[in-house]
């Protein structure tokens, strides 16, 4: 059996500067209903978020991201065999990054652009790729447009097959990134680095990791990514199951075959629906005898409408293209200058109820399109989102739910309580027992703070968290005063982006340029002034809390599930456009921002 089935794309014209933002709200558009219909609807997101905090109120603490003894399996690498024996390594590198995906690609390949030879990657799986080494399973995909969310596409002179890049493809492009910029000539696999400390004296950062290793260097980026450590939910009893078990981002080829011919006689149980989940479930749902799919809250699904690249339209890319669409996108909407009137007359109050009414008429728009697919009226409404769209990963995909037309696949709803009790045989739910084959964990993933796996030790020996303990304090996300030399790729504080290399292009470039600042000037080590840190974390706090979308929002990873936080352990809400032009003046005065010694 075949992994998926494509239907025959749709013949449309591609424009190499179209938006990459699938939904944008405009405040300018007045609402289109009255008041109640919206308020009503908004009682009803409200009370499922109570729902679901009422059943686990204890927020992160619910999952565990500790996978070792009986949960070791769980993280254990399909995609290598044994470990590789070798030596611990004791030398000194330049610049050291922590993790080989996307972040640690785009930003190695800047400094290569500015002449640094000494770059090593140390990464945990046995390849470069990030989320695309790990994250195999079938129909794993990009969600957003692949010509913006591959990097280095004008670099590498490269245009992606699909306007959604399969799993294969990107991984093949991370690949080739390595390849091109000589990254694989240091690199080291299969190696998870467990303490970066700063030896102030010599100046630079003692690492170890857990194949012995005491390397040093002078600069380290931790590029672990946001979403790379794999949790799993805290169930009574599942130690206990009988069957084969697994967690997504290990999906077990060996036990399904690679198009999942050995799923053909077999009982198949799914924990999850987010975005993973999403993409898994059709494809399971054609080749298992049986497929039961355990939902707590059902995600958004949206129209994805993939269709391959139009060659002629690859062929006439000018160089430059996706820098272009970058700026289009950072640029945002252009308005007129009567917009902008318009606009600013507005009161504050009617500019978020418009963006609320009109949240709320595209979710409606989802749940219109649920009626239209799924053909049973009770796992319609079972799979209808009741939360503000982005509340939760907005997915986006045309054959999830067709998959529950399938006679053989079944929603065991759980209406916000989740599975919490499994047995030998299965999965338990108000009583009932759910025998099966086999169990898919798609959990998902710790959101990264600092350094996952990693003791951070910075001046005095401070640990980061510690320093985080009363509030995280960087500048952009990035630096953090106490910490020289040391850079955060992709963490709390930094602009959020749903697709998430615009973001860390913009970093990339930034550690780039403060790495070449210290080379060229001849110091040794760059530090956030103390000053420059309050100023980041004011801007922080001034930008977040202007709505109470995140308190009111279902659990979930973007809010920290359901926990309160403090105001400036967060992303910054002022604007991918200002967090670039904030980047932008403080370069143009670095001394003025920075330490330099």
């Given at each position: 059996?075949s992994e ?11 424009n190499?500067?179209?938006a990459?933002?699938r939904?944008a709200?405009d405040?300018?558009?007045p ?7 919206y308020?009503?609807?908004?009682q ?18 619910q999952?565990?991201?500790d996978?070792?003894g ?10 290598t065999?044994?470990?590789e024996?070798?030596?611990p390594?004791n ?15 785009l930003?190695a390949?800047?400094?290569?652009e500015?002449g640094v030879?000494?770059?090593r990657?140390?990464e945990r ?13 079938p ?17 590498m ?7 959604f890049a399969k ?11 390595a ?10 696999f299969?190696?998870t680095?467990?303490?970066?400390v ?7 950062w ?7 290793d ?15 450590k794999?949790?799993l ?12 078990s ?6 077990d080829?060996?036990?399904?075959g690679?198009?999942?011919?050995g ?10 629906t ?7 479930i ?12 355990f939902?707590?809250?059902?995600s958004?699904?949206d ?7 139009d ?17 289009k ?7 007129t ?6 606009l ?5 109050e ?8 009109q949240n ?5 728009r ?7 697919i ?13 939360y503000?769209?982005r509340?939760?990963?907005?997915c986006?995909?045309d ?5 529950f037309?399938?006679?053989?696949v079944h ?12 047995s030998?045989?299965g999965?338990v739910?108000?009583?009932?027992e759910?025998?099966?084959?086999v ?5 998902g993933?710790?959101?990264q ?6 003791d ?6 401070l ?7 009363e ?19 992709g ?9 998430l290399?615009f973001?860390?292009r913009?970093?990339g ?16 080590t760059?530090?956030?002034k103390?000053?420059t840190?309050?100023w ?26 359901g926990e309160?936080?403090?105001r ?5 809400n ?24």
């Amino acid at each position: 059996m075949s992994e998926t089935t494509e239907k025959a794309p749709t013949k449309r014209v591609q424009n190499p500067n179209a938006a990459a933002v699938r939904v944008a709200f405009d405040p300018l558009r007045p609402t289109e209903k009255p008041q109640d219909y919206y308020d009503a609807i908004k009682q009803k997101f409200a009370e499922a978020r109570d729902l679901r905090l009422s059943y686990r109120p204890d927020g992160r603490a619910q999952y565990t991201s500790d996978l070792t003894g009986e949960l070791a399996e769980y993280e254990i690498d399909p995609w290598t065999e044994a470990t590789e024996q070798r030596a611990p390594i004791n030398d000194t590198v330049e610049c050291l990054f922590i993790g080989g995906g996307f972040s640690a690609l785009l930003t190695a390949a800047r400094l290569r652009e500015k002449g640094v030879q000494s770059i090593r990657i140390v990464e945990r799986g046995g390849d470069v790729g990030g989320t695309w080494y790990w994250n195999r399973y079938p129909g794993a995909a990009c969600d957003v447009s692949a010509y913006d969310y591959l990097p280095l596409l004008d670099e590498m002179n490269y245009v992606p097959g699909s306007f959604f890049a399969k799993g294969p493809e990107i991984f093949a492009h991370c690949q080739a990134i390595a390849r091109r910029y000589d990254l694989y000539d240091l690199a080291v696999f299969q190696t998870t680095v467990t303490s970066t400390v700063w030896d102030a004296q010599a100046k630079l950062w003692r690492i170890g990791t857990d194949r012995g290793d005491t390397m040093s260097a002078r600069f380290v980026i931790c590029a672990n990514g946001t979403l790379s450590k794999p949790k799993l939910s805290k169930i009574d009893g599942m130690q206990n199951f009988k069957g084969h078990s697994f967690h997504s981002s290990r999906f077990d080829y060996a036990y399904t075959g690679s198009g999942l011919s050995g799923l053909k006689d077999k009982v198949v149980g799914i924990i999850g629906t987010g975005a993973s989940a999403v993409q898994i479930i059709p494809r399971v749902g054609r080749a298992a005898k049986e497929l039961y799919v355990f939902q707590r809250t059902p995600s958004a699904i949206d129209i994805r409408d993939d269709i391959p690249t139009d060659p002629a339209w690859a062929a006439a890319l000018k160089p430059g293209w996706q820098a272009e669409r970058l700026a289009k996108h950072m640029r945002g909407p252009v308005l007129t200058e009567q917009q902008k009137a318009d606009l600013a007359a507005l009161p504050r109050e009617e500019k978020i109820r418009r963006q609320e009414n009109q949240n709320i008429e595209h979710q409606m728009r989802i749940h219109a399109r649920v009626d239209e697919i799924v053909r049973d009226k009770a796992t319609a409404e079972a799979l209808k989102p009741w939360y503000m769209h982005r509340c939760k990963r907005p997915c986006y995909d045309d054959e999830y739910l067709p998959a529950f037309n399938l006679p053989n696949v079944h929603l065991v709803d759980t209406n916000g309580k989740g599975i919490t009790e499994i047995s030998k045989n299965g999965p338990v739910f108000e009583g009932r027992e759910y025998p099966v084959d086999v169990l898919i964990y798609a959990t998902g993933f710790e959101v990264q703070v600092t350094g996952i796996y990693n003791d951070i030790r910075g001046e005095n020996g401070l640990e980061l968290n510690e320093k985080y303990a009363e509030g995280m304090r960087t500048v952009f996300g990035i630096h953090s005063s106490g910490y020289p030399n040391l850079f955060i790729m992709g963490g709390y504080q930094a602009s959020f982006q749903f697709n998430l290399t615009f973001m860390l292009r913009t970093q990339g470039d930034h550690i780039s340029e403060c790495i070449r600042y210290v080379r060229e000037h001849g110091y040794a080590t760059i530090d956030a002034k103390p000053e420059t840190e309050q100023w980041w974390v004011d801007e922080v706090i001034r930008h977040r809390g202007k709505t109470n979308r995140n308190r009111e929002c279902t659990p979930g990873y973007y809010n920290f599930e359901g926990e309160e936080n403090r105001r400036q352990d967060g992303n910054y809400n002022g604007g991918f456009h200002q967090y670039f032009l904030h980047l932008t003046e403080v370069k143009k005065d670095i001394e003025k921002h920075f330490k330099f010694e």
